[in-house]
């Protein structure tokens, strides 16, 4: 019912976006150029409070047609270039002349447009402004900041969206979506994971947020296999300020941020803080999380040049949820917690260096050079009833007539790691038909995993922290690309990319003897690409783009296995379509994509030569979907932004092994054209914003997602079920005269008490001649809330 709901609103919002008057009456052309006379291209062409824009061509010449009588504001903008505002009143067709002044001073924004996609790129992307995130920035983490951006799913182990969060986007899990701080990598470089618990209210640092979605555009870390977030946070304020945020809501969450910033000073230097607390009891039992961060940045600006300092820190502790609830304790017991130690805790801080640093070398040519080194350590603890002492290679202990072969006791699971490296591009825009980079980066990353035993029992002659394994990890990672757009006629434009990628990784794995070895693994990728994009109008573009992306496996899958179980490299070619459409009460798109996979990475259950029941390649599978995004001004004072992805995401052959416990053996079952693990085939997110007074805005804030699998054979005994959640929002802001801004925010979530749960796992096995699931879910909030205020001076 709640599905065919869904789909009858979409249907219903297409239809009346599709019959949109028109209210063609006047046309504006003009040209834009810069002081000296020169021509811009590619200048950005906007009609405030509507969707209506375009932008210049090659000569630098614009036209914005269908526009209906009246006054009305256009702004003119180009990374570079001082934005400028011209007010019209329009009654008749009007041609104009825009000079744009070249920026005072260098802008941070060049340091991420060569990893960022354009108007011209032929593939999916949304971007997602400081505004925007401050809307919903009420302690949470990012991933549940970008929930309602279109096909993301995300979940919260402790249920609440504070500590550890998850995101998948088109089906694809974090370890598959590259991420980048200022162009720089941020992914786990061994698991490939992003773990934003490790960088606690960093959306309050953050100016933009670009989400690529399929293969996108080429940049630096780790392979972009699902997707691709690109995070910005430097941007200059060129005026002294100061914020504090303040939030509280259920479950004891309780964010405090303090942030400051001298503004430029003498013209060159400038100065930002930010000191931030969050803490939440969490949904599920004792699923707490205490984190703290800080965020400092200072920068030196010329008109050609700028550096950039950026030191931030994330300190985390949170008691473990990970297990899960039992299936059978969903109904009475949804939030149940299977661990009980008062320390059962992961503790982790991560301190982020980046000197990010940017040149203008001539009117055609600029450089930018980044370095940047990342310092993680730290531990999760947690107790363990009755273990075998050999499990830690300790002997058993006699007393009297007894053999004690097992204790209780507790343990820590350390890692220590560095990262380090830099990235650089070379931008060319012949500020004609040609625009180019040349870029890429090196980063090497060192990790000493060892575990200790801090307490047992009964200990014999064992020492506290005593270490049990040791394993130390290298992993360099080097990848070059270019990529050129080339303006081919007035309407047609198209782009090449290219990207070599090579890792050599070392790390303590098992040889074909079965003996733990040091071992090496050296790969290299070629990831082509290409696209063309027509502007048929002002209005509407069409574009078509197809790109390859190939990943290495993660430690897990190296470590628990020999050279030759060793699964293959992953690889993608994507196929990207769509259609835009722009008018003054509406912006639309349909982006159609087919995602075909070579050697998917999956988990079937079939145990390696080491007996590790580790992931196998499939050798075809494929996510094939529709995105729909849409923006509509329904009135003056009610907006609609609405998406919705329809997909099928499949695997062609699947081979499941099950555990025979009646035999001690292996069982494989066959299936064909089964459902790809945790990719739902709808995904839709709506958010209705209503303005009805100055300074006030309501919204409901809606997501749909649907039936889920817990593992590849498309089992409905093994399922997530589909769930429709809504939020409503109340923003109130004033701006008195001893501030610049107060902002009231009320977030009620899941409103209607939606009982859901948007993760799980599956273990299958066959017992007494059946097969039997023990399923584990990770419950999410009920109705719940959060109220905020934020002061900035």
């Known amino acids: 019912m709640k599905k065919t709901t869904t789909y009858l609103i979409l249907l219903v919002a297409l239809f009346w976006l599709s019959n949109l008057p028109a209210w063609a009456q006047f046309a504006i052309t003009g040209k834009v150029s810069e002081a000296d006379g020169g021509t811009l291209p590619g200048a950005a062409i906007t009609i405030e409070g509507t969707y209506k824009g375009t932008f210049t061509d090659a000569n630098g010449v614009f036209q914005l047609t269908n526009l209906k009588t009246g006054q009305l504001s256009i702004h003119v903008s180009l990374l570079g270039f001082e934005t400028q505002t011209q007010t019209l009143d329009l009654t008749q067709n009007t041609n104009i002349t825009v000079t744009l002044q070249k920026a005072a001073i260098a802008v941070d924004e060049v340091v991420v447009s060569a990893t960022r996609a354009n108007q011209k790129s032929a593939i999916a992307y949304t971007d997602v402004t400081?505004?925007?995130?401050?809307?919903?920035?009420?302690?949470?983490?990012?991933?549940?900041?970008?929930?309602?951006?279109?096909?993301?799913?995300?979940?919260?182990?402790?249920?609440?969206?504070?500590?550890?969060?998850?995101?998948?986007?088109?089906?694809?899990?974090?370890?598959?979506?590259?991420?980048?701080?200022?162009?720089?990598?941020?992914?786990?470089?061994e698991s490939q994971g992003t773990f934003f618990v490790n960088m606690p209210d960093f959306a309050s640092s953050v100016s933009t947020v670009q989400i690529q979605r399929g293969v996108g555009t080429s940049t630096n870390g780790a392979g972009a296999f699902g997707a691709s977030v690109n995070i910005q946070t430097n941007k200059l304020e060129e005026k002294p300020y100061a914020e504090t945020n303040v939030s509280a809501g259920s479950f004891g969450t309780r964010k405090v941020n303090v942030l400051v910033g001298t503004g430029l000073l003498n013209n060159h230097f400038v100065l930002d803080a930010r000191l931030s607390k969050i803490h939440s009891d969490g949904y599920i039992d004792r699923a707490f999380s205490d984190l703290k961060s800080f965020y400092i940045s200072g920068g030196y600006y010329t008109k050609k040049s700028f550096f950039r300092l950026n030191i931030f820190s994330g300190q985390e502790q949170t008691y473990q949820a990970w297990n899960g609830v039992p299936e059978n304790l969903l109904k009475t017991n949804r939030t149940y917690n299977s661990f009980t130690y008062d320390n059962q805790t992961d503790n982790y801080q991560q301190d982020n260096y980046q000197l990010i640093?940017?040149?203008?070398?001539?009117?055609?040519?600029?450089?930018?050079?980044?370095?940047?080194?990342?310092?993680?350590?730290?531990?999760?603890?947690?107790?363990?009833?009755?273990?075998?002492?050999?499990?830690?290679?300790?002997?058993?202990?006699?007393?009297?007539?007894?053999?004690?072969?097992?204790?209780?006791?507790?343990?820590?699971?350390?890692?220590?790691?560095d990262f380090y490296g830099g990235v650089f591009s070379f931008d060319y825009n012949s500020f004609g038909k040609l625009t180019a980079n040349i870029g890429g980066g090196w980063n090497q990353y060192t990790g000493a995993h060892y575990g200790e035993i801090i307490w047992a029992r009964v200990s014999g002659n064992a020492n506290i922290r005593d270490r049990y394994y040791e394993d130390n990890a290298t992993k360099r990672d080097f990848n070059l690309y270019a990529k050129a757009f080339y303006q081919f006629t007035q309407g047609l434009n198209g782009f090449v990319d290219a990207q070599i990628r090579t890792i050599d990784y070392s790390f303590l794995g098992f040889n074909s003897q079965l003996q733990n070895v040091q071992q090496d693994a050296k790969l290299t990728f070629f990831n082509p690409k290409a696209g063309l994009t027509y502007t048929i109008n002002d209005r509407s573009t069409v574009y078509a783009s197809v790109g390859v992306g190939q990943r290495e496996p993660n430690r897990n899958d190296y470590t628990q296995s020999t050279p030759e179980s060793r699964p293959k490299a992953e690889k993608l070619i994507d196929y990207e379509a769509g259609y835009k459409i722009q008018t003054e009460k509406l912006a639309f798109t349909a982006n159609a994509y087919f995602m075909n996979y070579r050697n998917q990475l999956v988990l079937s259950g079939q145990l390696n030569d080491v007996g590790a029941a580790n992931r196998v390649n499939v050798p075809n599978s494929y996510r094939a979907g529709l995105e729909l995004e849409a923006g509509a001004r329904l009135a003056k004072s009610l907006r609609w932004n609405v998406n919705a992805t329809f997909s099928q995401n499949k695997i062609k052959n699947f081979t499941e092994y099950l555990d025979n416990f009646d035999n001690g053996q292996q069982e494989s079952r066959q299936y064909n054209q089964t459902d790809i693990s945790f990719s739902p085939n709808v995904i839709a997110g709506s958010q209705l914003l209503f303005t009805p007074a100055k300074g006030l805005e309501l919204g409901l804030l809606s997501k749909y997602v649907g039936k889920q699998y817990l593992d590849n054979t498309s089992n409905e005994s093994r399922k997530l079920n589909s769930y429709f959640t809504n939020d409503i929002r109340l923003i109130y802001s004033l701006k008195p005269k001893f501030a610049q801004e107060i902002v009231f925010t009320l977030l009620f979530n899941n409103v209607l008490n939606e009982l859901y749960e948007s993760n799980g796992y599956t273990y299958a096995y066959i017992s007494e001649g059946k097969v039997a699931a023990d399923n584990g879910y990770y419950p999410q909030a009920g109705r719940n809330f959060l109220a905020g205020i934020r002061i900035r001076f």
Do not use: C
Not at 132 to 145: A, H
């Open 357 to 417: 640093t940017s040149h203008e070398l001539s009117k055609n040519w600029r450089a930018n050079v980044s370095f940047f080194y990342t310092k993680g350590k730290g531990y999760y603890e947690e107790f363990k009833p009755a273990d075998n002492f050999s499990k830690y290679g300790l002997p058993n202990v006699v007393i009297g007539d007894s053999m004690i072969t097992k204790t209780d006791l507790v343990r820590r699971l350390w890692l220590d790691n």
């Open 130 to 189: 400081r505004r925007e995130l401050n809307k919903l920035n009420l302690g949470q983490d990012i991933p549940q900041l970008l929930n309602f951006t279109p096909s993301i799913v995300t979940t919260s182990d402790a249920g609440a969206g504070v500590g550890y969060t998850g995101i998948r986007i088109r089906g694809s899990d974090a370890t598959r979506v590259n991420v980048t701080l200022n162009g720089i990598p941020y992914n786990d470089a």
